[in-house]
């Protein structure tokens, strides 16, 4: 029933006025005193200042794809979009906020107790992660609200549409579902966004962290945030900017996609019911093949209700949180996020249900979330210096930092093996549970309580520059050792957090790649369970469709090495102004005067906001060219070699840099001469290898696959079928 639509509404609204909440408990919180305060202002008023600046770049690209989906299609496609643009920047600007307002607070509240600024931290990285599910629920649940004839069943059909000037170049009209480029439109917003908060926080914090890292500790030998670092405000503020307002947006990105990609098939499915391969889907699913308006609408905002349920569970989890007095912190963390992701299994199992299905859709979700665990689990076994890979690296390392980098690399390769079987694995369940459905509800089951993967995610990065803000303010070392243990117990979680990101980045663009197939039809008739023809009896087709496989398992390392060569640029000029600053003022490394900090958040700003174009430019242009030139047929092999490539690259970037990373604080401990020694050295030199692969390239890859797959549901129609050569011939 259409009236269900309102539950997620009324949540979504709830969690919103939740993070009000949270915002007046931190308020309650002193920041410390004027020292800490005035660190705190530098590092809000840099990261506010490489936002507003981005939010610049971010409106003149938006206005103009929106016009050019005004012109294509009509205004509400547009509006979607800006609507998803909008909400995905203000999950950034809100992520922004709580966490550059809470750290000095659990700096100064650390200084008394550990569980108390526990407390803090949870509180700041709780707003992001309600904000994020909120916003993104709500944008969704108001296009279905606002726009409820285009998703009416009793109208809901494959639209043709004449275009002036495009029509006569194609020589034919387009076709599309309004109420699937409606929901497609909305998450190409949000992916867009996504991805220039991922590409420039990336470039800004993995510049600024590599150059405080090499000047600072590998050549100088001062400690980590040092205040006489010249780059160490811009390191505080990079980890802002990149792992608070990068990650909300990207997970905002990613959560919106897996719902998409449900909504979008299934619109498809209702359309194409008549159609004996789609008869055969939906008797599978237990649906009626004459579905009633009530059961279509139940169906429809079943997705919407499994996150109300998820977004239920988090704010549970986080009560529990809040309110535990164990001196446990790491088993509260983990025992938050086990018992959010229960709850929310359990509202998942009433839902299904209780709608005009069977369980089989269910047991997808329950299938995708133990899959985003196991990847997860794999991810902090390769990555946590409480297990021997990274103890092994950290020996190596001693030896000298080629060795450990290469080290470093071998266990990333090493981590994809049982990632890559658990995905593969997954979708052949999924598949055989519910065919192309269920794969699609595969990875809405991984981010279903993303709201709680962000929370504890976002919690990080505050402990991280409570840190920084503890040791700029030279507050005694006890106070610098418990928010560093309090940053170190969020790595596991982090790293479960990134598991589900990437295997539901896999699912969730399987299912738009297979959305995208459909996109095409020019009638009912034409959605059927679709093939991509490697082989294909038409040589017209087979040959560019394998092509079209390279190009795609291509395009990843492409943009990865415009990415990690923006950084390297980045750090080079960083560098370069840090001696600059020591060489001119010997007086900064006495601790006599102040250095610059503003230089260096000025090269990191502008570098970053120049060099995040090509890569986004590329992004969405490369599925437009393929499309053109070489057909649909050749698109859809594009890609899918690009979802394989960027799966197994994501996750050796993750985890390569995520091992050198962790080797370096394993030293840090006191093992292999600890810090100072040769083999810290080393250590420093490996994880600045390994920076702009965990921190920018790994999760932007995420992004790039989804934003190519809507890119390509979106202008679907306007591709031709044979490639541009065959049509001239």
Known sequence: MFE????????????????????????KHEPGNERMQELQRHIREGAWTFMFEEARVFIVVTLFIALILWFLFYWEIAVAFLLGAFLSMSAGFIGMHSATFANARVTNAAQKSEHKAFRIAIAGGAIMGLAVAALALSGLTLLVIIFKNAFDPSTLTIE??????????????????????????????????????????????????????????????????????????ADNVGDNVGDVGGL?????????????????????????????????????????????????????????????????ATLLGIAYMMRSRSKNLQGILMNGTRLSA????????????????NLSLFFCLLVGALA??????????????????????????????????????????????IPGITIAVSILISYWLAGLFGIAYGALGMLSFVAMTVSVDTYGPIADNAG?????????????????????????????????????????????????????????????????????????????????LFLGAMVPYVFSALLI??????????VAEIKRQFRRFPDILKGKRKPDYNKCIAITS?????????????????????????????????????????????????????????????????????????????SVIGDTVGDPLKDTVGPSLDILVKLMSVVAILFASLFPELPFFAQIL
């Open 4 to 27: 269900l639509i309102l539950i997620p509404a009324l949540v979504s609204g709830f969690a919103l006025f939740s993070t009000l909440l949270f915002n007046r408990y931190l308020a």
């Open 160 to 233: 043709s549409k004449a275009i002036p000037i495009v029509s006569d170049i194609l020589g034919r009209k387009i076709n599309f579902i309004k109420a699937a480029l409606i929901v497609s439109a909305y998450s190409m917003g949000a992916s867009l966004v996504a991805l220039f908060d991922r590409v420039g926080g990336g470039i800004y914090t993995k510049a600024a962290d590599m150059a405080a890292d090499l000047v600072g500790k590998a050549e100088k030998h001062l400690p980590e945030d040092d205040p006489r670092n010249p780059a160490s405000i």
């Open 248 to 312: 909300g947006a990207d997970l905002l990105e990613s959560f919106v996609g897996s719902i998409i990609s449900v909504i979008v098939i299934f619109l498809y499915l209702y359309v194409g019911r008549s159609n004996e391969s789609i008869q055969e889907l939906l008797k599978l699913l237990g649906i009626p093949l004459s579905i009633s308006s009530q059961q279509y609408w139940t169906l429809l905002v079943l997705p919407f209700l499994i996150i109300s349920g998820g977004i239920i």
């Open 342 to 357: 229960l709850i929310t299994m359990l509202f998942a199992l009433i839902f299904t249900a209780f709608s005009p299905t």
């Open 372 to 417: 985003g665990l196991v990847i997860g689990y794999v991810a902090e076994f390769y990555t946590s210096y409480k297990h021997k890979p990274v103890q092994k690296l950290a020996e190596e390392t001693s030896a000298g930092a080629a060795i450990g980098v290469t080290g470093g690399m071998a266990i990333g390769m090493l981590s994809t093996f």
């Open 468 to 548: 920084g803000i503890a040791q700029g303010a030279e507050l005694p070392k006890k106070v610098r050792q418990r928010t560093d243990m309090l940053d170190a117990i969020g790595n596991t979680t982090a790293a479960i957090g990134k598991g589900f990101a990437i295997g539901s980045a896999a699912f969730s663009a399987l299912a738009l790649i297979v959305a995208y197939m459909w996109s095409a039809a020019g009638s009912a008739g034409e959605v059927v369970i679709p093939t991509i023809e490697l082989l294909s009896s038409d040589i017209r087709i087979g040959g560019t469709v394998i092509a079209a």
């Open 565 to 574: 060569q923006a950084v390297s640029d980045t750090a080079k000029r960083m």
């Open 606 to 682: 502008q570098s970053a906001l120049r060099k995040m174009v090509l890569p986004a430019f590329l992004t969405i242009f490369m599925p437009l060219l393929v499309g053109f030139l070489l057909g649909k047929y050749a698109l859809a092999g594009f890609l899918v070699g690009a979802l394989l490539s960027c799966m197994q690259l994501a996750i050796f970037c993750a985890n390569t840099g995520g091992a050198l990373d962790n080797a370096k604080k394993y030293i840090e401990e006191g093992h292999y001469g600890g810090k100072g020694s040769e083999a810290h050295v080393a």
